[in-house]
């Protein structure tokens, strides 16, 4: 299985290259990752100015490394439709991220818009992230990870898009392991208003996790509870709900 990675903690992030290490053990490895941190950089691509590439590993290592001076996007997009065009990847994982993407957190993530990427190749895809990285923990997950793409996506064919969570300890096993509805992460205090020492505002993005639940078992909820969450995502954000209600107002306007 050819495996193309990627992350947004950029191209020296160990739960990235821990986790390529390991996966090349039993599957050809390509990583395409960001020169430079990308965190919360979301879909966002790179148009005003060119792109780099750096190579990081010889052509004959498993696995190779490239590093792109640009954003997790930007480094799917070239590694999919350019570097890999004629070897194309048969699954995109991205990751392992240092810090939760839960909920409508995925919005924003750099993580979840690189596995996002798959979905435009018809190429399924895996986000993977840790609610507090350490190596220890990295060799906790490796195994279920690799235990994972083999039975979902080798033996299963399965074809989407999945985000998947673990929480900073505990066990990594099927039993733990959860395929729950996406939740709302909800913040307040979100405006961090300072006075710097000439007197001047500024201002930091920040926010306070707020403990709001949801009407139904989500990602959110089971992941602070200690387990190993899975959405499955899309890239498509049409509300069907709302379209419906949207078409009779029309009719009846236009009538």
């Known amino acids: 299985m050819h495996i193309l990675m990627c992350n947004d903690d950029g191209i020296l992030a160990p ?18 990752a960001p020169a430079t941190e990308q965190s919360a950089k979301s879909h966002a691509l790179t148009t005003e100015v060119p792109l780099k590439l750096e190579v990081h590993s010889e052509d004959s290592s498993n696995p190779r490394l490239y590093a792109l001076t640009g954003t997790p996007s930007d480094c799917m997009k070239f590694g999919l439709s350019y570097l890999l065009a004629d070897d194309m990847p048969d699954l995109v994982v991205s990751g392992i991220n240092h810090g939760f993407n839960l909920g409508s957190d995925v919005l924003y993530s750099g993580t979840v818009s690189a596995a996002m990427e798959s979905c435009f190749y018809g190429i399924p895809g895996l986000a993977l992230s840790v609610e507090r990285y350490s190596d220890d923990r990295g060799d906790e997950m490796h ?4 235990e994972f793409i083999k039975t979902i996506f080798e033996n299963y064919k399965f074809m989407g898009l999945l985000n998947v969570n673990f929480p900073k300890e505990g066990p990594c096993d099927w039993d733990h392991f959860k395929i729950v509805s996406q939740g709302v992460q ?7 208003a300072r006075i710097n020492s000439r007197g001047q505002d500024y201002y930091w993005l ?11 078992p989500t990602d959110v909820e089971l992941a602070r509870k200690g387990y190993i969450t899975g959405v499955t995502l899309t890239w498509k954000q049409q509300n069907d709900e709302d379209m419906h209600i949207l078409k009779n107002i029309i009719h009846v306007v236009s009538s």
Not at 20 to 29: C, I, T
Not at 143 to 146: E, V
Not at 186 to 192: A, E, L, P, Q, V
């Open 186 to 192: 909800r913040y307040s205090n979100i405006i961090d």
């Open 206 to 216: 920040a926010g306070d996790l707020d403990d709001g639940k949801d009407d139904m």
């Open 143 to 146: 195994p279920f990870i690799g």
């Open 15 to 32: 739960g990235l290259r821990r986790l390529a290490e390991y996966l090349s053990q039993y599957h050809r490895v390509t990583v395409v």
